[in-house]
């Protein structure tokens, strides 16, 4: 039982590095944000503190407009990069086929070379057993020959 918990306790705590290993923070891929300070307004005249916030807030739009603005721009990079980078990837699958088709075409050609040599081969195998057969013939009969004669 200890020993299914300790196996059970390993299986977990590998299987959360292994998830935590994707989700590493990478300031890179973020866009910078700007941070805008809000002044503090004072409570006693009202129309300053409408002019501070109004000021503020379109500050604050700007800034929002701004980071927008630099999010799409960054997200059609990222798109742009990943089409280019689908294109290489198909670019280089092409090459790899077009090679496999090279290979294959050689391999063919020593395939069928290959076959030609090997019935070569056993149209002289079988002459050379022919020869050997009537060698041994004549020498059967040579042998038969001088038991006769003797």
């Given at each position: 039982?200890?020993?299914?918990?300790?196996?059970?306790?390993?299986?977990?705590?590998?299987?959360?590095?292994?998830?935590?290993?994707?989700?590493?923070?990478?300031?890179?891929?973020?866009?910078?944000?700007?941070?805008?300070?809000?002044?503090?307004?004072?409570?006693?005249?009202?129309?300053?503190?409408?002019?501070?916030?109004?000021?503020?807030?379109?500050?604050?739009?700007?800034?929002?407009?701004?980071?927008?603005?630099?999010?799409q721009d960054a997200i059609s990079e990222?798109?742009?990069?990943?089409?280019?980078?689908?294109?290489?990837?198909?670019?280089?699958?092409?090459?790899?086929?077009?090679?496999?088709?090279?290979?294959?075409?050689?391999?063919?050609?020593?395939?069928?070379?290959?076959?030609?040599?090997?019935?070569?081969?056993?149209?002289?195998?079988?002459?050379?057993?022919?020869?050997?057969?009537?060698?041994?013939?004549?020498?059967?009969?040579?042998?038969?020959?001088?038991?006769?004669?003797?």
């Amino acid at each position: 039982m200890k020993k299914n918990l300790v196996l059970l306790f390993a299986i977990i705590i590998s299987a959360s590095m292994a998830y935590a290993d994707g989700m590493v923070f990478d300031p890179t891929e973020y866009p910078a944000v700007n941070e805008v300070s809000i002044s503090k307004t004072s409570t006693t005249s009202t129309s300053t503190a409408k002019t501070a916030s109004s000021a503020s807030n379109a500050a604050l739009e700007d800034n929002i407009k701004t980071q927008s603005n630099l999010a799409q721009d960054a997200i059609s990079e990222q798109s742009t990069s990943f089409n280019n980078a689908l294109y290489e990837l198909d670019s280089a699958q092409v090459n790899i086929r077009n090679e496999l088709l090279d290979y294959q075409s050689k391999y063919q050609e020593v395939d069928t070379q290959y076959k030609l040599i090997k019935e070569q081969r056993r149209v002289l195998a079988d002459q050379i057993r022919t020869v050997e057969r009537r060698i041994k013939d004549i020498e059967k009969s040579k042998n038969h020959i001088r038991k006769t004669m003797i």
